[in-house]
């Protein structure tokens, strides 16, 4: 009997585990990238014998294919994605296979922003607690590739619209939807309440016996939620009115199914109201999966948080530099601002999508002494920010922008990469752009 196949397209950490896991379920698999693939990723699909094709989508044409697994980052107008389209082929995404094979507790968050510290902090608190617990999504190893390799209990899934759209049948048993600003615009017609959506797909298929976890202070959400009939167990957090989990200055509260525990704010390694939310999010899935209050405050105090988000990189001749590359829109910058307690120098830019910059302006009035705007195309900014009486330089190399910023900053001053926008212009990713950075201001203190 012949093999059924399978097109794996992206040969990243998405589409590599997808690959293996594919291949270990007895699949013949065949993998296309049409851009340049790490060696690495190279050499684990021949350690496999996988067949695969880079620097162009020209072989997989040739197979009839059983299902299509995407990666997250190639859109659905891509050619080779609307070919297998029309033939009504299935297009899934790498969490949708994977959780074909795995019988694991799957804790799932998303939301515009703080879906990274969020998923992090859950993953720290389960690990430290001793649960067999697994990282995936975003970050880590690729879901597919530890569930070939690498089998765990439960699996925390940083998700995003994308990865999220090429889901069907999956189910999270513990699903976090943190908040809903625009973002992605240009990959949902422009349409706000078609990312909403999307973004909901988190809690598709939960019954009452699964949880949801969501703020309550969304109006966006809160919105969304009465116009549509949920399922799941309902959980909310709130800094504002009473709900399953709250917070102030001194502490948080939870009461979630059954159990209610104070936890003193001052445990948390990560500061600010926006980090509040995702301490609550956190703390209320490692309630329901079983901690107890110590290993939930254990875990609080020993967390640390990204790279690349609000990143303190170096303080030099009393100007401290933050690298928060990984804010690609522009309500990330609204909270990094919001954080910014001494005069800033912006460094701003790169692939617009569709940004609404008014929601900054008091921020930007009140806080930020100079603007750096860093990008292959800056007339957006140039036209928002030259005329307004900050100081203000446009650049494409982020080499020139960091010697500006030392140019301009003082004892006192804050520098902070808060981008508002992707980094493909000028940069692999925005760890790329991040890492740059780091180095290029290691190297200014050096001078």
């Known amino acids: 009997m012949q093999k059924q196949s399978i097109i794996v397209l992206g040969a990243g950490e998405s589409g590599v585990g997808s690959a293996i896991l594919a291949k270990k379920q007895g699949y013949d698999v065949f993998v296309s990238d049409g851009g340049t693939v790490v060696d690495a990723y190279k050499k684990t699909l021949e350690n496999y014998s996988i067949n695969f094709e880079t620097g162009e989508h020209k072989l997989l044409y040739e197979y009839t294919p059983a299902m299509v697994i995407k990666s997250p980052g190639i859109p659905d107008k891509a050619d080779a994605v609307k070919f297998f389209a029309k033939k009504n082929i299935p297009i899934v995404s790498e969490i949708e296979f994977a959780g074909k094979y795995t019988d694991a507790k799957m804790i799932c968050i998303t939301g515009s922003n703080g879906k990274t510290t969020t998923t992090l902090l859950t993953y720290h608190l389960l690990k430290t607690a001793g649960f067999n617990v697994g990282l995936a999504g975003n970050v880590g190893v690729s879901i597919a590739r530890q569930v070939a390799e690498d089998p765990h209990d439960y699996y925390v899934l940083e998700l995003s619209s994308f990865q999220l759209d090429g889901m069907f049948e999956f189910k999270a048993d513990i699903a976090i939807l943190l908040n809903i600003t625009p973002d992605h615009l240009d990959r949902y017609e422009y349409k706000f309440e078609n990312y909403v959506a999307s973004k909901f797909r988190v809690i598709q298929n939960q019954t009452k016996a699964d949880a949801f976890i969501y703020c309550k202070d969304d109006t966006t959400m809160s919105v969304w939620m009465k116009d549509h009939k949920i399922n799941s167990s309902l959980y909310s957090m709130s800094i504002k009115e009473n709900a399953s989990a709250t917070a102030n200055e001194q502490e948080l509260k939870f009461d979630i199914a059954g159990k209610k525990e104070n936890i003193p704010t001052s445990v948390l390694t ?67 601002l919001d954080s910014m307690t001494t005069p800033v120098i912006w460094i701003v830019g790169g692939v617009d999508k569709g940004n609404d910059y008014s929601v900054l302006e008091s921020f930007v009035n009140k806080k930020v002494k100079g603007i750096i705007s ?74």
């Open 270 to 336: 990560i500061q600010g109201k926006h980090n509040w939310y995702n301490a609550m999010a956190a703390g209320s899935a490692a309630l329901l999966a079983g901690l107890s209050k110590t290993q939930i405050e254990e875990g609080f105090k020993t967390f640390k948080n990204a790279e690349h988000r609000l990143e303190k990189v170096a303080v030099i001749s009393g100007v401290e530099y933050i690298n928060d590359s990984k804010a690609t829109n522009v309500d990330s910058v609204w909270y990094a």
């Open 374 to 447: 860093l990008g292959k195309d800056n007339s957006i900014l140039q036209q928002l920010y030259a005329d307004k009486g900050k100081l203000f330089y446009s650049t494409n190399s982020i080499s020139d922008a960091v010697l500006k910023a030392k140019e301009w900053g003082v004892s006192g001053d804050t520098v902070l990469l808060s981008p508002a926008c992707a980094s493909f212009d000028l940069f692999k990713n925005y760890i790329d752009r991040g890492n740059q950075f780091k180095h290029l201001v290691k190297s200014v203190s050096n001078q």
